[in-house]
């Protein structure tokens, strides 16, 4: 069973940056796909930012609109990490981030605070 852990979070100021790490417990070549996710408060989760990962990926990303030019996943295979570099943030960025893993398997998560 895959496992993922984030790290990376915590408060920070409007036009501040962050980066976020997940670390999975397999090789994530092994992995199709693995991508971020936000859920902020009384609101759904919706999808941040995907790359595909395994060993015969591409590395192909996909971003929501609303972070495109601020924010960049990336993947490095000898770590099994899959980071979120996060700039420019905004109070809108604020919520609960999780790592998940394809098909399904999802991370503890790790809050993300943009103040104002």
């Known amino acids: 069973q895959v496992q993922l852990v984030e790290s990376g979070g915590g408060l920070v100021q409007a036009g501040g940056s962050l980066r976020l790490s997940c670390s999975a417990s397999v090789s994530i070549l092994n992995i199709n796909a693995m991508g971020w996710y936000r859920q902020a408060p009384g609101k759904q989760r919706e999808m941040v930012a995907t790359?595909?990962?395994?060993?015969?990926?591409?590395?192909?990303?996909n971003y929501r609109d609303s972070v495109k030019g601020r924010f960049t996943i990336s993947r490095d295979n000898a770590k099994n990490t899959v980071d979120l570099q996060m700039n420019d943030l905004k109070p809108e960025d604020t919520a609960v981030y999780y790592c998940?893993?394809?098909?399904?398997?999802w991370g503890q998560g790790t809050q993300v605070t943009v103040s104002s």
């Open positions: 998940v893993a394809s098909p399904d398997i």
């Open positions: 790359i595909t990962t395994g060993i015969t990926s591409s590395g192909a990303t």
